[in-house]
């Protein structure tokens, strides 16, 4: 006995998907900033000082005299010089009334006219500071600084966002299928 027997093939189906990512891109601009600096005012005021240096006794003393001084000295030296003169000459008179006392009169007053003594040297120290008369009178100085604030301007740039959405597509690349065959 033959019993009819049932063969069933079946295929399942394979679905296929075809993926597109999504894209996402984000930039960020810098901000714009301006900034400044407005410089600080600076107000400065001085005295100035004052030195005052008395040099009149050191440069005497250095033979660096003022016009005044000095035709002061030689008149008291033309004066000096007239009496020394006066007394030397009334001496060297007296001295010739005198002749009757004995000796030689005329020849002692031209040994001694003729011959004087030697000079001295003249060395001597100049420029005693303790001479030197100074005042000083300090100056000042005032500064005044004023500080400016900065000056900061800034414009915040929004982000830039571009997104570009993912697909997602289905495609059969296999269809499902049942084939029943009757065998017998």
Do not use: C
Not at 150 to 163: A, E, K, L
Request: hydrophobic content about 35%; proline content about 7%.
């Amino acid at each position: 006995m033959n019993i009819p027997q049932l063969e069933i093939q079946t295929t399942r189906g394979i679905l296929g998907l075809q993926i597109t990512k999504p894209t996402q891109e984000i930039e960020q601009p810098r901000a714009i900033l301006s900034q400044q600096q407005p410089a600080a005012i600076l107000e400065m005021s001085t005295t100035k000082s004052k030195l005052s240096i008395d040099t009149t006794e050191n440069r005497a003393d250095l033979d660096l005299k003022s016009v005044f001084k000095r035709t002061e000295e030689y008149a008291q030296l033309g004066k000096q010089g007239v009496l020394e003169g006066i007394a030397r000459r009334a001496q060297e008179g007296q001295q010739l009334v005198q002749i009757e006392n004995g000796g030689n009169p005329i020849v002692d007053i031209a040994k001694h006219t003729a011959t004087p003594p030697p000079a001295s040297l003249g060395i001597r120290f100049v420029g005693d500071r303790t001479k030197l008369q100074m005042s000083f009178q300090p100056g000042s100085l005032d500064i005044q600084v004023t500080p400016q604030k900065p000056v900061n301007d800034v414009t915040i740039q929004r982000p830039i966002h571009h997104y570009t959405q993912g697909k997602v597509t289905g495609n059969m690349e296999q269809w499902p299928s049942i084939q029943i065959d009757v065998k017998g």
